[in-house]
């Protein structure tokens, strides 16, 4: 799905922000992978705009393709699964916590913002169809993501810890979080929330 003008025939069209997403597009796919959102590090200062449009490019989004599946799933057609990223903001700062898919919801506008994100999926979840949520971390690679900037500012020597720099960051790699996506598309038992994360998160320090 783009937000452009379609350029192949593999290729439909559809506007999340005006409700508009053609059911045809999705009848024949058997499963959908949902990232669409606007990045949360594009601004160094949220705004109030900035928090409204960083919230609405993912709940509306996201409701507008499980209420799409949904319908199309009440005629036994359609996609059957809906991967849709999430993000470990669902936690909020916890400090030193161990944190695991069961644990609660934090607080705070990320951790807010992660539990609407979750909940416009319902529509699905609620026709049946197989949900699941990729909380993920930052996503470090040299081509992209936060790395590069941040490289940059040690090389000019600008880097360096953040406050106490105690601050746990659960971080995965451009690799790892495709192979997440792979797996669970092609893993049924999953379902509800996957904390798509190293498995050595580290501090600010």
């Known amino acids: 799905l783009t937000r452009s003008r379609p350029t192949g025939a593999d290729q439909a069209q559809?506007?999340?922000?005006a409700g508009q997403l053609d059911p045809d597009a999705l009848a024949k796919a058997d499963a959908v992978v949902h990232l669409a959102a606007r990045n949360l590090g594009e601004q160094l200062r949220w705004t109030a705009r900035t928090k409204r449009e960083l919230l609405?490019?993912?709940?509306?989004?996201?409701?507008?393709v499980a209420r799409t599946m949904a319908d199309l799933a009440g005629g036994a057609?359609?996609?059957?699964?809906?991967?849709c990223a999430s993000g470990v903001g669902?936690?909020?700062?916890?400090?030193?916590e161990v944190?695991?898919?069961?644990?609660?919801?934090?607080?705070g506008f990320l951790a807010g913002l992660c539990r609407q994100w979750e909940a416009a999926?319902?529509?699905?979840?609620?026709?049946?169809l197989r949900v699941v949520?990729?909380?993920?971390?930052?996503?470090?690679?040299?081509?992209?993501g936060g790395l590069p900037k941040q490289a940059l500012m040690f090389r000019l020597g600008l880097g360096g810890r953040l406050g106490s720099g105690r601050q746990w960051l659960s971080w995965t790699s451009l690799d790892d979080i495709v192979g997440a996506y792979v797996h669970a598309l092609t893993h049924d038992e999953l379902d509800g929330p996957?904390?798509?994360?190293?498995p050595n998160p580290v501090t600010n320090a």
């Open 121 to 128: 999926a319902d529509p699905a979840r609620e026709a049946g």
């Open 133 to 144: 949520h990729l909380r993920t971390g930052p996503v470090q690679d040299t081509a992209g």
């Open 56 to 64: 609405s490019s993912r709940v509306e989004g996201t409701a507008l």
């Open 99 to 107: 944190l695991t898919e069961a644990s609660s919801g934090g607080s």
């Open 14 to 17: 559809w506007d999340p922000m």
């Open 90 to 96: 669902f936690y909020g700062d916890r400090g030193d």
């Open 77 to 83: 057609g359609g996609p059957r699964v809906l991967l």
């Open 194 to 198: 996957v904390n798509n994360v190293a």
